[in-house]
C-alpha cells in the first residue's frame, strides 16, 4: 500500500511536471500576443485621440468574429490529441490539411464581414468622426484574416502534438515585426503615406503572414512529422473531416465568443457610470487579463494530455490528468488571489497616480482577487471537457452563466441598482463562479460514467 502511494504521487508529480512543459510556452505565446495590443495601443495613443479611439473600437467589433473562428479551429488540437493516443498517424495529416482548408473557407465570410461593420457602430453609437477611421483599420486588417486563421490551424494541430515552443517562437517573432511595421505604416516612413491607424491595420496583417509562413516551414520541416504526409499530397475539401472539426468546433468558438462579448458588454456598461469607471475598470481587467494567461495555457495543455489518454482507451488515466491540470491552475490562480489582495495598491500605482481611478481600481482588484479561482477552474475544466471532445453542454453552461446570470445580474446590481462598478463586477463573479462549478462537475460525471461502463 505503502509503495503504491509513493508511485501515485510520482506519478502526479510527473504528470503536472509534462502538463507544465506543454503549457508554459502557451502562456508565454499569449502573453506575447497581448503585448502586440498593448504596442498598437501606445503607438496609435502617440499619434491622436481619435486614431487610438479608432484602433480601440475597430479591435472590439473585430475580435468576436476572430474568436469564433478561432474557436472553431481549436477542434483540431483536441481531434489530434485523440489520435495521438490512438498511433493512428494517417488520420493526423489528414484532418491537418483539412483544418488548413477550412481555416481558408471560413476566412471568406469573415473577411467582407469585417470589411462592412460601420452599421454596427452607428448601432452602438461611436462618434462619427471615428467610425470612418474604425473601418478603415477594418478594411486594412481583413487583409491579414488569411494568414491568421492559417496561423491557427498549425497551432492547434502542433498544441495537439503536445509541441507548443513554435507558438512562443513565432509570437516573439510577431512582436519584433509589428513594431517595426507600425512605424514604417502608421507614421509613413520609407517614403509611404502616413496611414495613421489605418497604418496599424495593415501591420497586424502583415504579422498575421509573417506568423502563419513562420509556423507553415516549421511544420514541413519537423521530421517527426513525415510520417504524417501532410504536405506530400493533394487533397481537395472534404466534408467528412470538416463535419468532426465544426461539430467539436462551433460549441468552442460560440463559448469563446459569448465569453468575450460578456467583458465587452461589461466594459462598454462602465461608460454609462463614468470616465472614472471606465478607467479603473481597465486596469483590474487588464491585469486579472495577464494572470488568466497562465491556467488559459494550462487549459491547452489539460486538453491534449486528455486527449492523448482517451485515445489510448483509458478514461482513468484522462480524469486523472484532467484533475491534475485543473489543480495547477487553481494552485496558481489563488497564488494571484492572494496578491491580489495583499498589493492592490502597488498594482494599481503601476497604471496611474489618479487617486479617483485607483480608489476605483482598488476596489474592483479586490473583486478580482475572488474570481482569480472561478476564472482559473473555468478555463481549466472546459480545457479538460474540450480533451473528451466534450463542448455542445459546456457551450450551454457559458450561456447560461454568461448571458443568464453574469450579464442580467451586473446590469441589474451595478446599473439598475445603482450599485456601480462594484455591481457589475458582482455579475462577472457570479457568472465565472456557475461556470467553473458546472465545468467540474461535468467532467467529473462524464470520467465517472465512462470509467464505470
Not at 389 to 402: E, G, H, Q, R, S
Request: net charge positive.
Amino acid at each position: 500500500m505503502l509503495s503504491y502511494l509513493k508511485s501515485e504521487k510520482y506519478n502526479l508529480r510527473k504528470e503536472a511536471g509534462i502538463t507544465l512543459k506543454i503549457g508554459l510556452p502557451v502562456i508565454i505565446a499569449q502573453l506575447l500576443q497581448m503585448s502586440m495590443n498593448f504596442v498598437d495601443t501606445v503607438m496609435a495613443g502617440n499619434l491622436s485621440a481619435d486614431a487610438l479611439a479608432a484602433v480601440a473600437v475597430g479591435g472590439a467589433v473585430f475580435i468576436p468574429f476572430l474568436m469564433l473562428e478561432a474557436g472553431i479551429l481549436m477542434a483540431i488540437t483536441p481531434i489530434v490529441a485523440q489520435l495521438v493516443g490512438a498511433r493512428n498517424f494517417q488520420e493526423i495529416g489528414s484532418n491537418v490539411r483539412q483544418g488548413l482548408w477550412l481555416s481558408l473557407i471560413l476566412s471568406i465570410p469573415v473577411f467582407f464581414l469585417i470589411r462592412n461593420l460601420e452599421f454596427v457602430m452607428h448601432f452602438m453609437d461611436v462618434t462619427p468622426s471615428i467610425i470612418p477611421v474604425a473601418q478603415g483599420y477594418l478594411d486594412a486588417i481583413s487583409w491579414g484574416i488569411f494568414g491568421v486563421c492559417g496561423y491557427m490551424a498549425l497551432r492547434f494541430f502542433n498544441e495537439g502534438m503536445s509541441v507548443t515552443r513554435p507558438a512562443m517562437y513565432f509570437a516573439l517573432l510577431g512582436v519584433c515585426v509589428n513594431i517595426p511595421a507600425n512605424y514604417v505604416f502608421m507614421y509613413g516612413k520609407l517614403g509611404l503615406p502616413k496611414l495613421g491607424a489605418v497604418g496599424c491595420g495593415y501591420a497586424s496583417a502583415i504579422v498575421g503572414y509573417v506568423m502563419f509562413l513562420g509556423m507553415l516551414i516549421f511544420t514541413m520541416r519537423h521530421k517527426p512529422y513525415g510520417r504524417f504526409e501532410i504536405f506530400s499530397r493533394f487533397r481537395m475539401p472534404e466534408w467528412h473531416y470538416f463535419k468532426e472539426i465544426l461539430h467539436v468546433g462551433i460549441p468552442i468558438g460560440l463559448s469563446s465568443t459569448m465569453e468575450v462579448t460578456m467583458f465587452a458588454l461589461v466594459s462598454l456598461l462602465m461608460g454609462s457610470i463614468g470616465a472614472v469607471a471606465v478607467a479603473g475598470h481597465q486596469i483590474a481587467i487588464n491585469f486579472s487579463a495577464m494572470t488568466f494567461m497562465v491556467p488559459f495555457g494550462l487549459s491547452t495543455a489539460v486538453t491534449t494530455r486528455v486527449g492523448n489518454a482517451i485515445g489510448k482507451g483509458s478514461m482513468h488515466e484522462a480524469r486523472r490528468r484532467g484533475y491534475v491540470g485543473i489543480g495547477l491552475a487553481a494552485l496558481f490562480m489563488s497564488t494571484t488571489a492572494l496578491l491580489i489582495y495583499l498589493f492592490p495598491d502597488l498594482i494599481t500605482s503601476m497604471y496611474t497616480q489618479d487617486a479617483e481611478v485607483k480608489s476605483v481600481a482598488i476596489s474592483l482588484l479586490y473583486m478580482a482577487a475572488i474570481f482569480q479561482i472561478s476564472d482559473g477552474l473555468q478555463v481549466s475544466g472546459y480545457g479538460a471537457l474540450r480533451g473528451l471532445k466534450d463542448t455542445k453542454v459546456p457551450m450551454l453552461v457559458n450561456f447560461i452563466a454568461y448571458w443568464m446570470i453574469g450579464l442580467p445580474l451586473g446590469y441589474y446590481l451595478g446599473i439598475a441598482r445603482g450599485i456601480g462598478p462594484q455591481g457589475l463586477w458582482m455579475g462577472l463573479i457570479a457568472g465565472l463562479t456557475t461556470a467553473a462549478i458546472l465545468h467540474n462537475i461535468r467532467f467529473y460525471l462524464k470520467t465517472k460514467d465512462r470509467i464505470e461502463t
